[in-house]
């Protein structure tokens, strides 16, 4: 029974809700919009909604409900309230799953309605499945309300340059996830330009796919279109009663054979209770939506005349045929209004030739073979050989800027060089070599000291992410993150070494590093070459310009010189006497005997040779003179793939 003190006191008339399975009884509102997601059972409202519990007084008892037991439905008095439930269970017949919902004309009490399926090819498909033909991957197939839509692919999309064939599937995917000028992570929906396109970032690959809307079962009247949707759907749904071996689309009852005409795209077949439509996939277009158009007896639209083709990706719109990098290895096109990206892949192993070595930049997508890193070389009296391989000798005592980054605006770096006379007259020695940067500043001393910012310090010495600093006992080496390395071996031997990105960006007394010898004499503030060696170098003084002449040291004597008894003549160090210069040519000869036999082959000896006869002539007692010219060609020897440990051992310490 009702407890009338339940019942609400209202002019209005009284409708009941079951609000899961708790019965309410309503006092305003509309009960189409009460859904089970919004009721609630203590007398909630939601959607303008109010209402209370429908209570009862005998617990366990049926309880008539006008309005809402029935053959269907019954309600029992639980926990004095008043709770429904429906006397069979129903399949689910959700109206947003499919239109037509029917119920068996069996079932005389019509309890439950259930969406129409389809039966094609002795099986039966749910409303709502798709599947794909066994035996043509670039056929689809989809059930909705006892329709079957068959789609054939003609035209793919595949927004790569690259793209790669995987057996069992219609189109070919996209090697790596990059679409609209920008990378997608694993499992990501990837926007594409047309809204029936669905693309998925799946196993490092991009997988697209378009499909055609399915042939809906409701009237035109009834479609209905969301924004940014594919496809229409049908609003609301319609209870019918099963009809066997015929097909049911709008309106209209179909007799196996009939062929209904849905529109220009389809064309539609009665089999018994089922209708098999096959409908054509359209192209993606290139034109904006705007400018495209469709004519009378058209199944698909095309650009109309005129119409501005064009890739809009988040950051920028292209024209037609720009290309773009969205990583090293990731190329974009803009092609025919389709943004396309290709992957360049690179060669399992590079195979450089000599003198070559393997570099990759960080906007290069692959390591590429380019030149070693050049190397300049100080030493002895003191001798040069530029970047380029231009060999000269210049004796200035004063300090000189062997290379700078020659970058006015973002300058890097430099190297100056301060030689000194020592007690010789004609000859001067590397003393020290400054290296200097917009953050740190070293100085390399004699007997292989260090200095850092005006610091002495302990080797090894490291800054991270700026420089090191190693010594062998021997040598030391500097080492920059930008690719700089220096080579001291703390008494006047100097090597500098950059990588090929400095190429055509130095100067300096070791050259432009262009690649070409003859033009490395460039006086310094301007781009004319000189001849004269001496006007190249003191043009590179780091000291005052009215020192210059300070600076300057005799001409060295070189053989033949001056003339000598006939006996002497080619004899090295003339105003010397003949057992000097007899002692300078049995040293020197190391350049010209079987020991450095090998050496030869790959580097020619002669600068180092007259370098060596140079050096020896005025070289101060106790000092081991013929080392620095023997170590700079062992050292271009090694650098040309030979080997000259065994000659060091026996003349010179070794220099790393």
């Known amino acids: 029974m009702w407890n ?145 839509t068959k789609s054939a692919k003609t035209v793919c999309y595949t927004p790569c340059t690259n793209p790669v064939h995987v057996n069992g599937t219609c189109c070919p995917v996209c090697k790596g996830c990059y679409a609209n000028g920008r990378s997608y992570g694993e499992m990501e929906t990837v926007p594409a330009p047309d809204p029936c396109v669905q693309c998925i970032c799946s196993g490092g690959k991009l997988i697209c796919d378009k499909t055609a809307c399915p042939v809906l079962a409701c009237p035109v009247n009834l479609y209905m279109y969301e924004a940014g949707s594919c496809c ?31 529109d220009n795209c389809t064309s539609c077949t009665c089999l018994k209770s089922t209708l098999l439509c096959k409908r054509q996939v359209c192209p993606i277009l290139a034109c904006p939506a705007e400018f495209q158009e469709r004519t009378a007896h058209s199944c698909c639209p095309t650009c109309r005349e005129g119409a501005p083709i064009y890739c809009e990706t988040e950051e920028a719109t292209y024209n037609n045929g720009d290309s773009w990098y969205i990583e090293p290895c990731v190329k974009s096109t803009c092609d025919n209004g389709m943004i396309k990206f290709g992957v360049e892949e690179c060669p399992a192993s590079l195979q450089c030739g000599p003198n070559e070595v393997a570099y990759k930049d960080k906007k290069d997508c692959c390591p590429k073979c380019v030149p070693e890193a050049a190397v300049c070389t100080v030493y002895g009296d003191p001798h040069y050989k530029t970047f380029d391989g231009q060999s000269f000798s210049f004796q200035g005592k004063c300090k000189y800027t062997a290379v700078e ?52 310090v302990k080797l090894p010495h490291v800054k991270l992410g700026a420089f090191s600093i190693l010594s062998n006992g021997y040598s030391l080496v500097v080492r920059t ?32 590093y262009n690649g070409n010898a003859t033009d490395d004499f460039v006086i310094k503030g301007t781009s004319t070459v000189t001849e004269e060696v001496a006007d190249f170098a003191q043009s590179w003084l780091v000291s005052r310009k009215s020192d210059a002449a300070k600076c300057l040291m005799p001409d060295t004597e070189m053989p033949g010189s001056e003339a000598r008894p006939r006996l002497g003549r080619n004899i090295p160090c003339p105003s010397h006497p003949l057992k000097k210069g007899l002692a300078v ?72």
């Open 405 to 456: 980054d020659c970058h006015k605006k973002n300058k890097r770096f430099d190297v100056q060089l301060r030689n000194d006379a020592r007690k010789s007259a004609h000859f001067t020695w590397t003393k020290s070599v400054a290296i200097r940067t917009e953050k740190f500043r070293i100085v390399l001393l004699q007997n292989l000291h260090v200095r850092v910012d005006r610091k002495t």
């Open 4 to 148: 009338s003190k339940a019942l609400p006191r209202t002019a209005g008339i009284i409708r009941h809700l079951v609000c899961g399975t708790v019965l309410c009884l309503l006092l305003s509102g509309d009960c189409g919009k009460w859904s089970d997601t919004t009721a609630t059972a203590g007398g909630a409202s939601a959607q303008g909604l109010q209402g209370e519990t429908a209570y009862c007084s005998e617990e366990g008892s049926l309880v008539e409900v006008p309005g809402i037991t029935s053959s269907c439905l019954k309600c029992r008095c639980e926990n004095y309230k008043i709770a429904c439930e429906q006397k069979k269970k129903c399949p689910d017949a959700n109206p947003e799953r499919c239109y037509f919902h029917l119920y068996d004309q069996s079932d005389e009490e019509k309890c439950c309605t259930y969406c129409k399926g389809c039966d094609f090819e002795n099986v039966r498909y749910h409303s709502g499945q798709r599947w794909v033909s066994p035996t043509d991957p670039c056929v689809s197939y989809q059930c909705a309300d006892g329709i079957v």
């Open 481 to 512: 993150t930008y690719g700089l390395k220096v080579t001291w071996d703390g008494d006047s031997y100097v090597e500098i070494s950059l990588p090929h990105e400095f190429r055509n960006k130095v100067c300096g007394l070791c050259g432009n």
């Open 585 to 656: 040519l049995r040293s020197c000869q190391v350049f010209k005997n079987s020991a450095t036999r090998a050496c030869r082959k790959l580097v020619n000896p002669d600068p180092y040779y007259r370098s060596c006869l140079v050096d020896m002539c005025d070289c101060p007692r106790k000092r081991p003179c013929l080392c620095s010219s023997l170590l700079a060609f062992l050292r271009e020897c090694e650098r040309q793939g030979g080997s000259g440990e065994n000659i060091r051992e026996s003349h010179c310490r070794a220099l790393s």
């Open 232 to 262: 229409p759907k049908c609003h609301g749904k319609r209870d019918i009663a099963v009809i066997e071996n015929r097909c049911i689309v709008g309106k209209r009852i179909l007799r196996p054979g009939q062929q209904p005409l849905i």
